[in-house]
């Protein structure tokens, strides 16, 4: 009986780990966005731990502290919506327009042409 209970405590702990490592409670390092017009790929990790940058800058309707809450497509459609901006114009003025404005400053800066984000096939 102990024998058992002993196991079935390796076992769990072995799941929660796996699933800490896998990352299941937290953002995933590199997020793959599906755009029709090719795939992007974005480093979650390096914008957020290595860049530094806030977490609201992106995540806007999260409240400071909030580590998690809804997805940018839970509230942007593929066409805008009353206020509420289009994917397509809330990523691209998220993403090019950070690295648009970084590039006009001389700093070091992501991708600003389509081709550069946006990758066909697969
Ligand atoms: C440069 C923009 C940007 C920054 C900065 C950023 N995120 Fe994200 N995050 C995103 C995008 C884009 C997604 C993709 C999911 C979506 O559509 O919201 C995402 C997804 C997530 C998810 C969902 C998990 C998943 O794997 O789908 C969590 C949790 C998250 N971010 C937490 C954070 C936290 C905490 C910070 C600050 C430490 C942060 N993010 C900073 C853009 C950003
Ligand atoms: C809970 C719904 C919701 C979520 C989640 C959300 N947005 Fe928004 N977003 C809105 C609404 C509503 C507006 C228009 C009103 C405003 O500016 O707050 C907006 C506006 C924007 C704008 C235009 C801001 C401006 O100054 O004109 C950008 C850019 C944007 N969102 C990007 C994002 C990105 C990127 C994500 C995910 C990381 C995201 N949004 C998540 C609801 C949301
Ligand atoms: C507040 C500024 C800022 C925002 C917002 C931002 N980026 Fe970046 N991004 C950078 C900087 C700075 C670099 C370059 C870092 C370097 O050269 O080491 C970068 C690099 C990149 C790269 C090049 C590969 C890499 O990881 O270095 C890609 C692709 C990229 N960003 C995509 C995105 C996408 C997609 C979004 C929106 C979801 C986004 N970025 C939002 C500042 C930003
Ligand atoms: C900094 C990276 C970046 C650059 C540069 C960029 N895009 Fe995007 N684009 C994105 C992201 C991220 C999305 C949202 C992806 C998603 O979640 O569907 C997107 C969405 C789109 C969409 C709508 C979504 C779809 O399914 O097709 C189109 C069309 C598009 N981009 C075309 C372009 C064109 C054309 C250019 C050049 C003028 C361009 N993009 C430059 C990152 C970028």
Redesign the pocket.
Known sequence: MKKRLVCIGVLLSFMISCLLVTGAFAAKDTIVLDASFGKVTFDHKKHSETLKIDCLK????WKAGETS????T???KATAEG???SLKD??H??CKGCHDELKKASKPAGPTGCTQCHVKGK
């Not at 992106?58 to 309707?61: N, S, V």
């Open positions: 992106c995540h806007h309707t809450g809804k997805k940018c839970e509230c942007h206020k509420t901006p809330a990523f003025q998220t």
